[in-house]
């Protein structure tokens, strides 16, 4: 399987909202609703930050918020602060029990 | 808490083998799984396979058939993962995931928590 589709940048001002988008095919983000989001700070391990599409893990900030159309799967971070810059990864179930990860975003806070 | 601590870094020459430890504490380890995703530097995250803490089902990808094997020891709650035939562009960081699938086929697509990595270099 290919990599999912990710912008390789998005930026964003203190307090605005960014989405960041996961874009695939028919037979993984558009076939089940098995989307999960990562964040991952440098030199460090990455940490869920969405599954399910839209479920947000306890302790995780209800700024971050994730959604699905057809086959594209999408991370909005609202309210963005500084600890937000980071590299985001989503992840999608493909079919034949195979999972495939997104090309990856770097967040940063201008 | 949900702790995953893995073993340290290893460096390897090409046709070498290599074990990556993945000691679990903090919950019931037979009640979850435990996938395998690696980071080659500067790239993105791939995942490697799932293995079954419950039943020792495993699970991997179609590029590493044949060269992985995922085990498990309950009585340690260690979850191991073993690559053959080390190439260079097998350098990374190897992540180890608690993941709450347990049976095959039943997915729930997501990692939480991670370990904290392990660095493996692989160069003559």
């Known amino acids: 399987q290919s990599a999912l589709t990710q912008p390789a940048s998005v930026s964003g001002s203190p307090g605005q909202s960014i989405t960041i988008s996961c874009t695939g095919t028919?037979?993984?983000?558009?076939?089940?609703?098995?989307v999960s989001w990562y964040q991952q700070h440098p030199g460090k391990a990455p940490k869920l930050m969405i599954y399910?599409?839209?479920k947000r893990p306890s302790g995780v900030s209800n700024r971050f918020s994730g959604s699905k159309s057809g086959n594209t799967a999408s991370l909005t971070i609202s309210g963005l602060q500084a600890e937000d810059e980071a590299d985001y990864y989503c992840?999608?179930?493909?079919?034949?029990?195979?999972?495939?990860f997104g090309t990856g975003t770097k967040v940063t806070v201008l | 808490q949900v702790q995953l601590v893995q073993s340290g870094a290893e460096v390897k020459k090409p046709g070498a083998s290599v074990k990556v430890s993945c000691k679990a504490s903090g919950y019931t380890f037979t009640s979850y799984g435990i996938s395998w995703v690696r980071q080659a530097p500067g790239q993105g995250l791939e995942w490697m396979g799932w293995i079954s803490a419950y039943n020792g089902n495993t699970n991997y990808a179609q590029k590493l058939q044949g060269r992985v094997t995922m085990t498990t020891d309950t009585s340690t709650s260690t979850a191991y993962m073993e690559l053959r035939s080390l190439r260079s562009d097998d350098t990374a960081v190897y992540y180890c995931a608690r993941d709450p699938t347990v049976r095959f086929l039943e997915w729930l697509g997501w990692f939480d928590p991670w370990g904290q990595g392990t660095l493996v270099t692989v160069s003559s």
């Open positions: 399910e599409v839209s």
């Open positions: 992840c999608s179930y493909a079919g034949s029990s195979t999972f495939v």
């Open positions: 028919s037979s993984d983000v558009g076939s089940y609703n098995l």
